[in-house]
């Protein structure tokens, strides 16, 4: 998944959503709408979001568009670049146990030799592990093509890192007992009287 914002507000400062575009695994668009913000658009911030005044004449608006895509992603594992962005324009919170961001993965920083604690952008790793470039030339990004770019990301580190998220979950999942607050042996239950 992937979002474009425009700014609203006093000098465009506040982000609003304007743009939502979903891929499936193998890059098919399941959903990509331009979106009518709630409030008044001051700055479509054009050179980065690829948003024109025009996109948004016949856009869908906020709530119509936030059901269509809180339905979609319901109850499944959303990939993203920096995706707490996207939530946030979304007013949304996923579950941490179906989110997968690439902009947090070690993985992917190692295999495109970027320090591990490092934020890579989008267009940095896809220029070194596809040598590809994306989010070029004037007409700013476009929110399918780094979908696209993300859910490629995903896949290259995909077993690994499932495994590693597996294992670590499996580490901070408390027994049956623990979520109880009792640790240790059961304790044995005291004969009844005759």
């Not at 979002?3 to 506040?14: A, D, N, S």
């Not at 059901?67 to 919170?93: P, Q, T, W």
């Not at 109880?180 to 059961?186: E, H, I, R, Y």
């Amino acid at each position: 998944m992937d979002c474009e914002m425009v700014g609203t507000g006093p000098r465009g400062t506040r982000s609003e959503l304007a743009r939502c575009s979903i891929v499936g695994y193998h890059g098919d668009v399941v959903y990509d709408k331009y979106i009518l913000p709630t409030n008044p658009v001051t700055d479509y911030r054009s050179r980065w979001s690829g948003i024109r005044k025009q996109d948004l004449r016949n856009a869908t608006g906020f709530k119509e568009a936030q059901k269509e895509i809180l339905k979609i992603l319901s109850g499944k594992v959303v990939i993203g670049h920096a995706i707490h962005n996207d939530f946030k324009a979304l007013g949304y919170f996923h579950p941490p146990a179906l989110t997968r961001d690439t902009s947090r993965i070690p993985l992917l920083n190692k295999k495109a030799g970027i320090p591990v604690k490092e934020a890579a952008s989008l267009k940095r790793l896809t220029k070194m592990l596809f040598s590809k470039d994306i989010q070029v030339g004037k007409n700013g990004h476009s929110s399918v093509e780094d979908a696209k770019a993300t859910m490629e990301l995903y896949k290259i580190v995909e077993p690994q890192w499932e495994r590693t998220l597996a294992s670590a979950s499996e580490k901070q999942t408390p027994s049956p007992q623990q979520r109880n607050g009792l640790t240790g042996p059961p304790l044995p239950i005291p004969p009844t009287a005759p």
